[in-house]
C-alpha cells in the first residue's frame, strides 16, 4: 500500500511514456521516461539526455526532479515516481539517481519495470542510509 492511488500511478505511468519520444539517447540508444507526482499535486516529466562526453548524461528521474524543482522550488516533496524505458526492460534507478530521489522524499514509491512488469519500492528500499548533510556530519 502506497501514498500514491492507482488512478495517480496510471497517470505517472502514462506521463512517463508519453516523453519517452523526446529521449536524447544517441549514444545508448536506450530511452527513459520519467514522470514524478510532488506532494503539491503536480506531475513533471524528465528524459534520459546523453552527451557526447558520455559521463555528462543526465538520467530521466534527475531531469524530472530538475523540472520540478525550477516550477516548485526548493520546498519540492516527492510523493511518487515512475520512471519507464521504451524496450520495456527491466530498468531500476540507477545509485545517482537514488541518492537524488532521497533528497527529495525518502517515503516516495518508485514505480519502475522490473523482470514481470510494473514493480513499486519506496525510495528508501531502493537507498538504505541514504546520504543527509546534518549538523555535524
Ligand atoms: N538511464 C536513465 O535515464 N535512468 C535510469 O534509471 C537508468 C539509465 C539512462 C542513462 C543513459 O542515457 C541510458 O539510460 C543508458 O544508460
Same mark, same amino acid.
Given at each position: 500500500?502506497?501514498?500514491?492511488?492507482?488512478?495517480?500511478?496510471?497517470?505517472?505511468?502514462?506521463?512517463?511514456?508519453?516523453?519517452?519520444? /523526446?529521449?536524447?539517447?544517441?549514444?545508448?540508444?536506450?530511452?527513459?521516461?520519467?514522470?514524478?507526482?510532488?506532494?503539491?499535486?503536480?506531475?513533471f516529466?524528465?528524459?534520459?539526455?546523453?552527451?557526447?562526453?558520455?559521463?555528462?548524461?543526465?538520467?530521466?528521474?534527475?531531469a524530472a526532479i530538475c523540472a520540478g524543482v525550477a516550477v516548485e522550488g526548493?520546498?519540492l516533496?516527492?510523493?511518487?515516481?515512475?520512471?519507464?524505458?521504451?524496450?520495456?526492460?527491466?530498468?531500476?534507478?540507477?545509485?545517482?539517481?537514488?541518492?537524488?530521489?532521497?533528497?527529495?522524499? /525518502?517515503?516516495?514509491?518508485?514505480?519502475?519495470?522490473? /523482470?514481470?512488469?510494473?514493480?513499486?519500492?519506496?525510495?528508501?528500499?531502493?537507498?538504505?542510509?541514504?546520504?543527509?548533510?546534518?549538523?555535524?556530519?
Amino acid at each position: 500500500m502506497s501514498g500514491v492511488s492507482d488512478g495517480e500511478r496510471e497517470v505517472l505511468l502514462g506521463l512517463a511514456r508519453d516523453v519517452l519520444g /523526446k529521449a536524447y539517447a544517441r549514444y545508448s540508444g536506450f530511452r527513459v521516461g520519467a514522470a514524478i507526482l510532488t506532494e503539491a499535486g503536480n506531475f513533471f516529466v524528465g528524459c534520459n539526455v546523453e552527451n557526447a562526453s558520455y559521463g555528462l548524461t543526465i538520467c530521466a528521474e534527475r531531469a524530472a526532479i530538475c523540472a520540478g524543482v525550477a516550477v516548485e522550488g526548493e520546498g519540492l516533496r516527492l510523493r511518487g515516481v515512475a520512471v519507464v524505458n521504451e524496450r520495456g526492460v527491466a530498468c531500476s534507478p540507477c545509485g545517482a539517481c537514488r541518492q537524488v530521489l532521497f533528497e527529495f522524499g /525518502k517515503d516516495a514509491v518508485v514505480f519502475f519495470l522490473g /523482470k514481470d512488469g510494473v514493480e513499486e519500492r519506496l525510495v528508501s528500499e531502493f537507498l538504505p542510509a541514504g546520504f543527509e548533510l546534518r549538523d555535524g556530519c
